[in-house]
């Protein structure tokens, strides 16, 4: 079946309500004239017949019947209308002579109305009727008006419509054609945008806001893959050019275990880049699941704390702990929650010298790793949770992909939570998890 569009759907309501009113108006309008009409012949026939009591009562004296009848066809010789006057006695005798009656046709109709009179000592009735052919005239003359004028209005109105609704909808059309062409090759092109301030211009501006973040988000896609070849090529370019030179010639077996050692060493670097690959592959499929339930905080700062006490201690740093006097609870995944806590302890440790002082702490639902290290410039901190980030790779310390803080985000939003961070070159830096109680 065609599919019927917009412009004929509306075009198609707006006429049939275009001509619900039409019938209901020209119904209206006319049982209004016929009303009229007849209440104008009414009001005849109520003069007429006042006019025949005044000049009855004006003759004086009537003594019989048939002064009665003389004084009738008087009254009907001079005040001639092309009705019918008639007076009956009680016991319904005609009296008269006969009103000059018009041929009562078949098919005509006749409004009569009746008054009662006194007259020679006997009460008759007056019976008055006139045709209402000039009624039936001018009402069947504004029916066939009707009859052609709401065809013709409804066939001008629909056409008019039709041409507004198109026109209406043009915008609609050109939205489409370009929306056609756009594709993932040419994300950074826009719809127009009708500068009409009505739903149309809201509609392209909205469309060219999603167009805006599918591009902002291919752009990381593509950027994030980049990274990514870029990470791995390193590792297997070592891997490659330690076999190949141990290769090269015939060696001493301390030599190949050294060689095999060095290619372990860039596999198990290429096995956690590509573990932390796949992590951030499953947050954004939105596969990353958390199972929440009651974690003491308190416990999982003395836990990982002490997890890195021999580091710390070898580094010559501080490392402590500081726990909430009351029970500190929250609802998360334990081990994703630990996974956090060991990314943000990991860094502290990385970026603090000999002497400084890394504290992680539970307050509340509120997760805190804090130290005294090298901080992270202004320019850099809002780019740290980015993918591949790394603010201090020009110093060449660290050594991490640039991944770590990203990872600890996801885990964090899969929460429903954030990780903030706070810090500035040489005052140290502080990241903090608040949790849901
Ligand atoms: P990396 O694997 O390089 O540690 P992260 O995503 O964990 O990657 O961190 C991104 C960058 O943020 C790091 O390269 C580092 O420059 C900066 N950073 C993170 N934590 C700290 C910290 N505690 N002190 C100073 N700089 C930090």
């Given at each position: 079946m065609r599919r019927v569009s917009i412009r004929q759907r509306l075009t198609a309501w707006y006429a049939a309500a275009l001509l619900l009113a039409l019938l209901l108006f020209g119904g209206a309008m006319s049982v209004a004239l016929e009303r009229r009409l007849v209440a104008g012949v009414t009001a005849r026939l109520t003069l007429r017949l006042q006019g025949l009591a005044s000049a009855l009562e004006a003759e004086g004296e009537i003594h019989d019947r048939a002064q009665l009848a003389t004084e009738l066809s008087e009254f009907l010789r001079d005040n001639p209308d092309g009705g019918q006057l008639e007076l009956r006695d009680m016991a319904g005798g005609s009296i008269g002579?006969?009103?000059?009656?018009?041929p009562v046709q078949r098919g005509r109709k006749f409004l009569t109305a009746t008054r009662t009179l006194r007259c020679a000592g006997e009460t008759f009735t007056a019976i008055a009727s006139l045709p209402l052919d000039e009624a039936s005239v001018i009402l069947a003359d504004f029916r066939g008006l009707l009859l052609w004028m709401i065809p013709a209005v409804l066939a001008v109105a629909t056409v008019g419509g039709y041409w507004l609704s198109s026109r209406a909808l043009k915008p609609v059309d050109e939205i489409t054609s370009v929306a056609r062409t756009i594709g993932v090759r040419n994300l950074s092109q826009r719809i127009p945008t009708p500068a009409t301030g009505d739903e149309l211009q809201r509609m392209a501006e909205t469309w060219n806001a999603v167009l805006e973040r599918l591009e902002a988000a291919v752009q990381r896609i593509r950027q994030f893959t980049s990274d990514a070849s870029h990470e791995l090529r390193t590792p297997l370019t070592l891997i490659r050019a330690t076999a190949d030179l141990a290769l090269r010639r015939e060696r001493e077996p301390q030599e190949y275990r050294e060689s095999l050692r060095q290619i372990a060493h860039e596999a198990e670097h290429m096995t956690a880049l590509t573990e932390s690959l796949l992590h951030l592959a499953r947050a954004d499929a939105g596969g990353l699941t958390v199972t929440l339930s009651a974690v003491d905080l308190n416990s999982l700062v003395k836990e990982v704390v002490e997890q890195h006490a021999a580091v710390a201690e070898a580094q010559g740093i501080e490392l402590q702990a500081r726990t909430d006097a009351h029970a500190a609870m929250a609802q998360a995944d334990a081990e994703a929650l630990r996974r956090v806590l060991l990314i943000l302890v990991d860094n502290a440790l990385k970026h603090t010298p000999a002497g400084g002082r890394v504290t992680v702490s539970a307050e509340g639902t509120v997760l805190t790793v804090e130290d005294t290290g090298a901080g992270i410039p202004a320019a850099s901190l809002p780019h740290?949770?980015?993918?591949?980030?790394?603010?201090d790779e020009a110093r060449g310390?660290?050594?991490?992909?640039?991944?770590g803080l990203a990872i600890a985000q996801s885990i964090a939003e899969a929460h429903g939570a954030r990780i903030t961070a706070e810090s500035g070159t040489g005052v140290g830096s502080r990241f903090s998890l608040a949790l849901r109680s």
């Open positions: 002579p006969a009103a000059p009656l018009a740290v949770f980015e993918r591949f980030y790394r603010a310390a660290g050594g991490g992909f640039g991944l």
